[in-house]
């Protein structure tokens, strides 16, 4: 695993490198003070910049990814002796233990049919009084207690949006005082200070998905500011600690090859796919202020959605994810996986871009931060993997008619009408 991820780094890394000789850009360089006052003058309206980006690309897409995925294999399994517990028509061929639904069941019982659910039972048809006013009550007495194991417990049955922001923070441990506020305007003034090549891609990354997206399109400038200030945050480093992913690694000019003139770009350490925005675009329903967008923003990503795109066994990793996808998809509905396995239709090739972006700008608004709830609260990834299977369930009469790839990709095109607590309902209690 770690040689597939030092691998992938490698590609990542040739392919940032021969943009900057295509292009003559190079890596980063010191803005001169007029454009320093320029961008300063402009920065809570960076979304209407139109600068040409057109021979720049995304370093790589969830399609690129999966294929390194789908290659990964165990040297020192015999497949031929494993049959019987190998995941034999799925893409994932690596012996990954994955969850039974049994256990998911145990793990996920506060979804249980019988448990009162935001998302639900909030509904406009059901009186207010019933639900949504005790929920919210509850919610209130759970922020004044300020114990994040509580507002963990609190989230598993969804959160009101008006307590959402709180909620979250509580359980994140973000609180922003007057030295994190500090430590945002510092980053604010490297990115103020130095121009990076990925600068160029964030912004033509949130150009291509938030902008052009009717649900996100007016957080354009926000998501400018907060993803260049991200990428200039050394603390993100830390989520590298625990994983077989490396930070890509540069030279400062003209040092080349000298250990001590290394540095880690970007500073982050984070270069950004196709769809990267996504993840930051979502949270911007939820908190208007941008600092504490930020802080929450870059807790989740060090927490969540580092594993989505980082190589690695652990079972909150992607790959991981996949495994337990495609498990639940043959175990319980095998005759759907089969028929679109057969028409050249793999349901993971379908399903990886909702897993790689946590379903962010794929759901509806209202029901991604009901998903994120859950996420935070049970703090485990693996609700993303028994959405996938649940929808693949849900759509299964239309599937089973379709004949190709296009026409089963066209089947699940639009998530936007799904509700997501009756769905993973019936993918775990039905």
């Known amino acids: 695993m770690r040689k597939a991820q030092a691998a992938w780094e490698k590609r990542i890394l040739k392919s940032l490198n021969s943009m900057c000789t295509e292009l003559s850009v190079p890596l980063a360089r010191r803005r001169p003070p007029q454009e320093q006052k320029e ?33 990964l294999r165990n040297p020192n399994s015999n497949w031929s002796e494993q049959a019987s517990h190998c995941n034999l028509w799925g893409l994932v061929q690596l012996p990954l233990r994955t969850k039974t639904r049994k256990q998911l069941q145990a793990d996920f019982s506060e979804l249980s049919i019988s448990e009162p659910q935001a998302g639900v039972d909030d509904s406009p048809e059901i009186p207010a009084d019933v639900f949504a006013s005790e929920r919210t ?21 969804g959160c009101p949006t008006g307590l959402r922001g709180a909620i979250w923070a509580q359980i994140l441990g973000v609180k922003v005082d007057s030295v994190d506020q500090l430590y945002y305007q510092q980053l604010k003034s490297y990115v103020i200070h130095h121009d990076l090549l990925i600068d160029s891609l ?43 992913a490396t930070p890509a690694k540069s030279y400062i000019r003209g040092k080349l090859g000298l250990e001590e003139f290394q540095v880690t770009y970007p500073p982050s350490g984070v270069i950004p796919f196709h769809g990267f925005t996504m993840y930051c675009a979502s949270l911007c329903f939820v908190y208007d202020e941008p600092a504490r967008l930020y802080f929450v923003f870059r807790e989740m990503y060090t927490r969540y959605f580092s594993h989505l795109h980082h190589m690695s066994s652990h079972p909150q990793g992607i790959v991981s994810l996949c495994a337990l996808f495609e498990s639940l998809l043959q175990t319980h509905e095998p005759e759907l996986f089969y028929h679109l396995k057969g028409v050249g239709a793999p349901p993971l090739k379908i399903a990886f871009k909702w897993l790689m972006r946590a379903f ?26 028994v ?19 296009a026409a089963a990709e066209a089947v699940l095109s639009d998530l936007t009408t799904l509700k997501l607590v009756p769905l993973l309902q019936l993918a775990l209690f039905s």
């Open 137 to 157: 009550k509850l919610g209130r007495r759970v922020l004044e207690a300020e114990h994040s194991p509580l507002a963990q417990q609190y989230a598993k049955k």
């Open 360 to 385: 962010a700008g794929f759901l509806g608004s209202d029901q991604l931060l009901l998903l994120w709830d859950r996420v935070l609260g049970f703090d485990s990834l693996e609700i993303l993997s």
């Open 202 to 244: 964030i912004y033509k990354d949130v150009k291509l998905t938030a902008a052009n997206d009717d649900y996100y399109f007016v957080f354009e400038d926000l998501l400018h500011q907060i993803l260049l200030i991200f990428s200039r945050d050394t603390t993100v480093l830390r989520c590298f600690a625990h994983t077989s």
């Open 39 to 71: 961008l300063l003058s402009r920065w809570s309206e960076l979304g209407t910049e139109e600068p040409d980006l057109s021979h720049f690309r995304p370093v790589y897409a969830p399609k690129d990814f999966l294929e390194v995925l789908v290659n």
């Open 387 to 405: 959405l996938a299977f649940a929808i693949f369930s849900f759509r299964r009469t239309n599937l089973l008619e379709v004949s190709s790839y």
